[in-house]
T-cell receptor, first 111, second 113 residues
Framework: QKEVEQNSGPLSVPEGAIASLNCTYS??????FFWYRQYSGKSPELIMF????GDKEDGRFTAQLNKASQYVSLLIRDSQPSDSATYLC???????????FGTGTRLKVLA | DGGITQSPKYLFRKEGQNVTLSCEQN?????MYWYRQDPGQGLRLIYY???????QKGDIAEGYSVSREKKESFPLTVTSAQKNPTAFYLC????????????FGPGTRLLVL
């Protein structure tokens, strides 16, 4: 069974702090990894993607991938109340066109 | 202005009725997808298509049908055989290749009268 697992939360952090969101996946054939942000009642919005081991930074966001441990994380620096949303982790399996999604982690940034 | 459009934003279905959700993209993406999202749950794949005139069933295809007559369009029909259709339906598209990335439309919320 191909699975992507996330802690459902809510994860509460104070404004200005670093929020750390984690995701594990079971299929070692996973080749691409994505983080989506979903506000309540809205569709998912792509915020980060990562294909290689290591860190990838984009503004306040950093994605970290460790394929040996089958682990991908998203760090949000200087968290803002507008970052409060559900964050979905997704993986794409090599050789397929299917994306497997986690159930999401709800983040609350407290002003 | 490139993107994915879905219509309608809200759709009401009566018992025994088939309804069709529209999805159009102008991103020149080869692959298109339909997902269903229920409250508090993750996205579940209904159907996907990699090329025109070809599509594959996802994990929950029963009670749904699709067509892919044009690269830009991938409509989803929710048939009367789908007994619990109330959900948020999301269309997505992506390129095909080693660094493909999937993008979503704004979604259609389907409610049963």
């Amino acid at each position: 069974q191909k699975e992507v697992e996330q802690n459902s939360g809510p994860l509460s952090v104070p404004e200005g702090a670093i929020a750390s969101l984690n995701c594990t996946y079971s299929d070692r054939g996973s080749q691409s990894f994505f983080w989506y942000r979903q506000y309540s009642g809205k569709s998912p919005e792509l915020i980060m993607f990562i294909y290689s081991n290591g860190d990838k930074e984009d503004g306040r966001f950093t994605a970290q991938l460790n394929k040996a441990s089958q682990y991908v994380s998203l760090l949000i620096r200087d968290s803002q109340p507008s970052d409060s949303a559900t964050y979905l982790c997704a993986v794409n399996i090599r050789g397929t066109y299917k994306y497997i999604f986690g159930t999401g982690t709800r983040l609350k940034v407290l002003a | 202005d490139g993107g994915i459009t879905q219509s309608p934003k809200y759709l009401f279905r009566k018992e025994g009725q088939n309804v069709t959700l529209s999805c159009e993209q102008n991103l020149n993406h080869d692959a298109m997808y339909w997902y269903r999202q229920d409250p508090g749950q993750g996205l579940r794949l209904i159907y996907y298509s990699q090329i025109v005139n070809d599509f594959q069933k996802g994990d929950i295809a029963e009670g749904y049908s699709v067509s892919r007559e044009k690269k830009e369009s991938f409509p989803l029909t929710v048939t009367s055989a789908q007994k619990n259709p109330t959900a948020f339906y999301l269309c997505a598209s992506s390129t095909i290749g080693p660094q493909e990335t999937q993008y979503f439309g704004p979604g259609t919320r389907l409610l049963v009268l």
